[in-house]
């Protein structure tokens, strides 16, 4: 019997949408019939479940908490980027099943007194999980509004004592080449890796994040930890973070190395600095906004701007953008 594992259906095999498609179907039959057999097995999950499941407990914090309504958990778990699992907003969500997320480990590096190796479990009992609602606007001109569980990243900052070299805070996601069919494909120079100045790594506003929607993260929303930086574009906040490295020097990203005339380090959200391919001025709400309906405004720094507008007072924006 030929049982189809997601390695088998990777868009970038370039096979014809009808033959892609009919993959696909395979597919979900063979989690029906692993199902029927009571095999309980990544495929059921995959097929029949975009989340998972898994309650984590955590104070809803509403200094955190934004007005407008939350995107759908649906829309939430599988309209995603997450491009080593494909470049489909489907795909993270079709094929990140069988990412290993356990055992866990995030090393703490670089220029830090306490530099360490942290279970899963340690990081996250670290400091309180707070549950705050934020704005999630992407570089492509769509934006959501999420639930996240998680804490301030400067709580973890502050516990491994950076040292007076550490200017910047480098985030390297995890590469694992059995489970990520996208790496196969060099959209992006792998592992992806994000980076923060120091004080905006401070604020409070930076989240280190294990769930959303009230359950521990589903991988394709970049399960088990991430980050998440709600006043930049949403490729900064990186997803199943490895290593947090403390350096010297502005890291070399994997957005503004593929394409430094279109990303920049910074990475606010500015609606007076266009892509150089799009404007940036308005976004589409996914899940209210339908495709003809006018485009919502996009907010200076997505209207995060009394918290984090200080923070690159004297700097030029359309040039260090
Ligand atoms: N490792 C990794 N992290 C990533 C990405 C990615 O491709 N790989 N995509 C980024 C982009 S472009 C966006 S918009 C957000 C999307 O997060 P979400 O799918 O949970 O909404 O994740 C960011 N983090
Ligand atoms: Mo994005």
């Not at 039959?29 to 984590?56: E, N, P």
């Not at 492509?140 to 998680?150: D, H, K, L, N, Y």
């Amino acid at each position: 019997m030929l049982i189809r594992r997601p390695s088998d259906v990777l868009p970038s095999e370039i096979t014809p949408e009808a033959v892609y498609r009919d993959r696909r179907r395979l597919m979900l039959q063979a989690g029906l019939a692993a199902s029927a057999m009571g095999l309980a097995g990544w495929s059921d999950r995959r097929a029949f479940a975009q989340t998972t499941g898994v309650k984590l407990a955590a104070q809803r914090n509403g200094a955190f908490v934004v007005m407008d309504k939350p995107t759908s958990q649906k829309d939430v778990t599988t309209y995603n980027n997450f491009y080593e699992f494909g470049t489909d907003k489907g795909d993270p969500s079709d094929y990140a099943g069988r990412l290993r997320t356990s055992p866990w480990t995030v090393a703490i590096e670089g220029e830090v007194r306490k530099p360490q190796v942290l279970s899963l479990d340690d990081l996250r009992k670290l400091a309180p999980l707070e549950e705050r609602v934020y704005r999630l606007r992407c570089v492509e001109g769509w934006s959501m509004v999420i639930p996240w569980t998680g804490y301030s990243l400067a709580a973890l900052i502050r516990r491994v004592e950076p040292t007076g070299n550490a200017r910047f805070v480098e985030f390297v996601t995890a590469v694992q080449p059995d489970t990520m069919p996208g790496l196969r494909t060099r959209v992006l120079d792998w592992p992806y890796v994000e980076a923060l100045r120091m004080d905006e790594a401070m604020q409070p506003l930076t989240l280190l994040t294990f769930g959303v929607y009230g359950e521990t993260l589903p991988n394709q929303n970049g399960a088990p930890v991430r980050v998440v930086v709600p006043w930049k574009y949403g490729f900064k906040s990186g997803k199943s973070l490895v290593k947090i490295r403390f350096v010297e020097k502005q890291p070399a990203t994997s957005w503004v190395k593929a394409a430094p005339q279109e990303y920049g380090f910074y990475a606010n959200v500015n609606p007076n600095v266009p892509h150089p391919r799009w404007s940036q001025a308005s976004e589409r709400r996914i899940g209210e906004d339908g495709l003809f309906s006018p485009k919502r405004k996009t907010l200076m720094f997505n209207g995060y701007g009394d918290q984090v507008a200080s923070l690159y007072a004297g700097m030029d924006l359309a040039r260090d953008y």
